[in-house]
């Protein structure tokens, strides 16, 4: 089998592959990888139906064939809900360089929408009446002694913002109301997990240890720049 059994790798790789795209003004480039994503909407909601019990969302795992099968079994990858918010800022990102409202109405505006519909079947209301979200995972972090998954992680977090923010922009390029939920989620969630000795944190209580090659907790600069 070729390296990694030849597929997308969606916690950055093909993000990062296709990022050149909208720097160099090529956005036609990025078509067939959104028509092959969108092709897959049947699985990736049936997906969210095992995940979280909707029938309106969408969930992308980190590593998929061409026909958008899971592939491997790196369990906290197919957790990693940022796959799908990623997918989603990108779709919105080639709309704002292009100014292609038709594709935001009739695929984008969807796809984000039913992105956001499972982060909020996974977040959960904190006791001073904020956000949290309990469980999820931060990119390739994690082996040995260490936890796959926490609380509140930084990568998510940053994700989530960016899709809300997006969401309540895009709904207003189309002449639509908002989901108030977006701008809830929004101002309820933290922009990331932090104490005063480490900085930014991978998730609550866990530290960066040592260097790392993906950037997971620093997502909050980039990609989604939610971080000033």
Same mark, same amino acid.
């Given at each position: 089998?070729?390296?990694?059994?030849?597929?997308? +790798?969606?916690?950055?790789?093909?993000?990062?592959?296709?990022?050149?795209?909208? =720097?160099?003004? +090529?956005?036609?480039?990025?078509?067939?990888?959104?028509?092959?994503?969108?092709?897959?909407?049947?699985?990736?909601?049936?997906?969210?139906?095992?995940?979280?019990?909707?029938?309106?969302?969408?969930?992308?795992? +980190?590593?998929?064939?061409?026909?958008?099968?899971?592939?491997?079994?790196?369990?906290?990858?197919?957790?990693?809900?940022?796959?799908?918010?990623?997918?989603?800022?990108?779709?919105?990102?080639?709309?704002?360089?292009?100014?292609?409202?038709?594709?935001? =109405?009739?695929?984008?505006?969807?796809?984000?929408?039913?992105?956001?519909?499972?982060?909020?079947?996974?977040?959960?209301?904190?006791?001073?009446?904020?956000?949290?979200?309990?469980?999820?995972?931060?990119?390739?972090?994690?082996?040995?002694?260490?936890?796959?998954?926490?609380?509140?992680?930084?990568?998510?977090?940053?994700?989530?913002?960016?899709?809300?923010?997006?969401?309540?922009?895009?709904?207003?390029?189309?002449?639509?109301?908002?989901?108030?939920?977006?701008?809830?989620?929004?101002?309820?969630?933290?922009?990331?997990?932090?104490?005063?000795?480490?900085?930014?944190?991978?998730?609550?209580?866990?530290?960066?240890?040592?260097?790392?090659?993906?950037?997971?907790?620093?997502?909050?600069?980039?990609?989604?720049?939610?971080?000033?």
């Amino acid at each position: 089998m070729v390296p990694w059994n030849g597929d997308y +790798h969606f916690n950055i790789n093909v993000q990062e592959c296709y990022s050149p795209a909208f =720097r160099g003004g +090529h956005l036609r480039n990025l078509m067939p990888l959104f028509r092959m994503i969108l092709g897959w909407r049947p699985v990736l909601r049936e997906n969210a139906r095992m995940l979280v019990g909707i029938d309106d969302g969408y969930v992308l795992p +980190h590593a998929m064939s061409p026909k958008g099968v899971a592939i491997g079994s790196f369990w906290s990858g197919t957790l990693d809900h940022a796959s799908t918010a990623w997918v989603a800022k990108m779709m919105f990102d080639y709309v704002r360089h292009s100014a292609d409202t038709a594709f935001l =109405r009739d695929s984008a505006y969807d796809f984000m929408k039913g992105t956001m519909n499972v982060y909020l079947k996974m977040l959960e209301r904190t006791p001073d009446g904020g956000l949290a979200l309990p469980l999820g995972p931060s990119p390739e972090w994690g082996e040995g002694w260490r936890p796959y998954v926490g609380r509140n992680p930084s990568f998510q977090l940053a994700a989530i913002h960016r899709l809300a923010r997006d969401l309540v922009t895009a709904a207003k390029m189309l002449g639509e109301i908002p989901d108030p939920l977006w701008s809830e989620v929004d101002r309820g969630l933290p922009p990331y997990s932090a104490n005063l000795q480490r900085g930014i944190l991978i998730f609550e209580g866990e530290e960066l240890l040592e260097s790392h090659r993906h950037h997971s907790h620093m997502a909050g600069f980039y990609p989604f720049d939610t971080i000033d």
